[in-house]
């Protein structure tokens, strides 16, 4: 199941490479879209920034979700974000055959201050990962907004959504 995970993750990762690798810096940084005025980039940072959360309390058994580093160069560079998408990939892939089935302190704030709950590596990841698409929809919304057609299939949409309908930015 990780294996599915960890590549399911990847193909959403090369969707982004893919997006940032068809739009410029302009369409990139523009935070003319309302009503949360957000550019691309910034929801881009934000996912990624979840993933590094992740990665960053695995040896402390501390995920801390509120915990984000907010690099505002992921935010504005392209090619930094595309550095930071395949670093991200390539740990990934290390942990296919790795030893999960221990529980990870995971804490978040889910509106009424932090809370702690249990998840398992596969848990988080898979978490991580809807989290990722449900911002790709954001950026389909910010791209149709600024008039830019793009042709990546699948890209905001999740997978259960029927294929007829999942067309992709």
Do not use: W
Not at 85 to 105: G, R, W
Not at 112 to 140: D, M, P
């Amino acid at each position: 199941m990780k294996k599915l995970i960890i590549a399911s993750i990847n193909h959403n990762l090369n969707n982004a490479i893919a997006l940032l690798n068809e739009i410029d810096t302009e369409t990139y940084c523009d935070t003319s879209v309302g009503p949360y005025y957000s550019s691309i980039g910034s929801h881009i940072r934000h996912t990624l920034d979840f993933f590094d959360c992740i990665l960053d309390g695995l040896d402390t058994n501390d995920v801390d979700l509120t915990a984000r580093k907010r690099d505002e160069i992921l935010s504005t560079d392209r090619d930094a974000a595309k550095s930071h998408m395949y670093k991200l990939q390539e740990t990934l892939l290390s942990f296919a055959d790795v030893h999960t089935d221990y529980l990870l302190h995971v804490t978040d704030n889910l509106g009424q201050g932090k809370v702690t709950v249990n998840y398992t590596l596969e848990s988080i990841l898979a978490h991580a990962n809807s989290h990722a698409i449900h911002h790709y929809a954001t950026i389909g919304y910010i791209l149709e907004r600024l008039n830019i057609s793009l042709k990546i299939p699948g890209f905001g949409y999740n997978p259960t959504t029927p294929v007829p309908k999942r067309e992709g930015i």
